[in-house]
Nanobody, 113 residues
Framework: QVRLVESGGGSVQAGESLRLSCAAS????????MTWYRQAPGKSREVVAG???????NYADSVKGRFTISRDNAKKIVYLQMNSLKTEDTGVYYC???????WGQGTQVTVSS
């Protein structure tokens, strides 16, 4: 059974950093493309960053230059390093395994001014 568990969220001030983790079980992470999404209050879920099997990355325009997605295949963890956080980055962050559409439960990020 594939399971994804996000962690690392919290409450920070604007300009600070957080690193989110998505721990995967039940799959070979190196064989799966993974994506981070977020959902702000009252808004639809949106793509934040993705990483392909080959390690290619893509980012939403709103986070380019501030966020970095990476993966540790041996540990089966996908990371989202978030720097220079803004209040508009507030939301619940989810990771998703792309081939089967498996979602984690999400982790809350709150950025205050």
């Amino acid at each position: 059974q594939v399971r994804l568990v996000e962690s690392g969220g919290g409450s920070v001030q604007a300009g600070e950093s957080l690193r989110l983790s998505c721990a995967a079980s039940g799959l070979i992470l190196s064989m799966n493309a993974m994506t981070w999404y977020r959902q702000a209050p009252g808004k639809s879920r949106e793509v934040v960053a993705g990483i392909s099997v080959g390690g290619n990355t893509n980012y939403a325009d709103s986070v380019k230059g501030r966020f970095t997605i990476s993966r540790d295949n041996a540990k089966k963890i996908v990371y989202l390093q978030m720097n220079s956080l803004k209040t508009e980055d507030t939301g619940v962050y989810y990771c998703r395994e792309d081939a089967w559409g498996i979602w984690g439960q999400g982790t809350q990020v709150t950025v205050s001014s």
